[in-house]
């Protein structure tokens, strides 16, 4: 069973950082696109930063210059370093990969759980 972990949330200070992990464990063949979304209350889920198995990146307009994605593959493990947290920042933030299991033709997305990350003073 393929699950995905998130830690690092918690509470930050408006131009401070926090750094969110997410980890896949299970029986994987493969790790293709990871990604992480967020929602904050009342709103719908949205992209914040997606990397694909090639390291190209591709982030929100809204997080551009202060969010950096990034992946180590040794560890199965989707980074998002986030600098210069402002308190629109606040939301749950969820991880998303794309997995190719043993024995399958076709990609698979898992979610994780969420992790809050609340930007206040």
């Known amino acids: 069973q393929v699950q995905l972990v998130e830690s690092g949330g918690g509470l930050g200070q408006p131009g401070g950082s926090l750094r969110l992990s997410c980890a896949v464990s299970?029986?994987?063949?493969?790790?293709?696109?990871m990604g992480w979304y967020r929602q904050a209350p009342g709103k719908q889920r949205e992209l914040v930063a997606t990397?694909?198995?090639?390291?190209?990146?591709n982030y929100a307009d809204s997080v551009k210059g202060r969010f950096t994605i990034s992946r180590d593959d040794a560890k199965n493990t989707v980074y998002l370093q986030m600098n210069s947290l402002k308190p629109e920042d606040t939301a749950v933030y969820y991880c998303n990969a794309a997995i190719r299991r043993i024995g399958t033709p076709v990609d698979v997305h898992y979610w994780g759980q969420g992790t809050q990350v609340t930007v206040s003073s």
């Open positions: 990397i694909t198995s090639g390291s190209s990146t």
């Open positions: 299970g029986i994987i063949f493969r790790i293709n696109a």
